[in-house]
T-cell receptor
């Protein structure tokens, strides 16, 4: 069965500092992996996705993530945090081609300090 | 192109009442999903519909029913609401071509 673990339910960084949000997955098949962002009182928006092409994936708003099969990880990074990055971030894994269902992690709330 | 729309945005129910949450997408997607979001638990899949005319249970289906009315619409029904169903409900549809799920804005439901 597939699963996703996000380490750290809350992360605080200073404005301009590196953002690192951790995601580890478990999958019996080569996975598709996703990062979504949720701003307060809104739905989820796709940040980036890994679908077996390049292992370093660039997304919107300066975020990127690297798929590391040996570590079963897909950590999200951004070199310099901005106040507008404050949100909740969800990692998800999907079987393929399968049912196109996602399994979501429990989320990490990012706080950016001035 | 409105994407995925959900109605209502907010709802308060008393225990035992019933209601239907509506979802529609205008992106011609085959598959649609209903999730619930609870603090510290992420999003959990309630039901999904792989294509028009089919529905399947997800991780937490108890207490819910769904109807895939046509390709655009996928509704979620609570027959007898319970306080444990207080949650934020999200509908999503997937573009199989780029393997991306698109989410609606959510319905915040409180059951007293």
């Amino acid at each position: 069965a597939q699963s996703v673990t996000q380490l750290g339910s809350h992360v605080s960084v200073s404005e301009g500092a590196l953002v690192l949000l951790r995601c580890n997955y478990s999958s019996s098949v080569p996975p598709y992996l996703f990062w979504y962002v949720q701003y307060p009182n809104q739905g989820l928006q796709l940040l980036l996705k890994y679908t077996s092409a390049a292992t370093l994936v660039k997304g919107i708003n300066g975020f990127e993530a690297e798929f590391k099969k040996s570590e079963t990880s897909f950590h999200l990074t951004k070199p310099s945090a901005h106040m507008s990055d404050a949100a909740e971030y969800f990692c998800a894994v999907s079987d393929r081609p399968g049912t196109y269902k996602y399994i979501f992690g429990t989320g990490t709330r990012l706080k950016v300090l001035a | 192109n409105a994407g995925v729309t959900q109605t209502p945005k907010f709802q308060v129910l008393k225990t035992g009442q019933s209601m239907t949450l509506q979802c529609a997408q205008d992106m011609n997607h085959n598959s649609m999903y209903w999730y619930r979001q609870d603090p510290g638990m992420g999003l959990r899949l309630i039901y999904y519909s792989a294509s028009e005319g089919t529905t399947d249970k997800g991780e937490v289906p108890n207490g819910y029913n769904v109807s895939r009315l046509n390709k655009r619409e996928f509704s979620l029904r609570l027959e007898s609401a319970a306080p444990s169903q207080t949650s934020v409900y999200f509908c999503a549809s997937i573009d199989r071509g780029n393997y991306t799920q698109y989410f609606g804005p959510g319905t915040r439901l409180t059951v007293l």
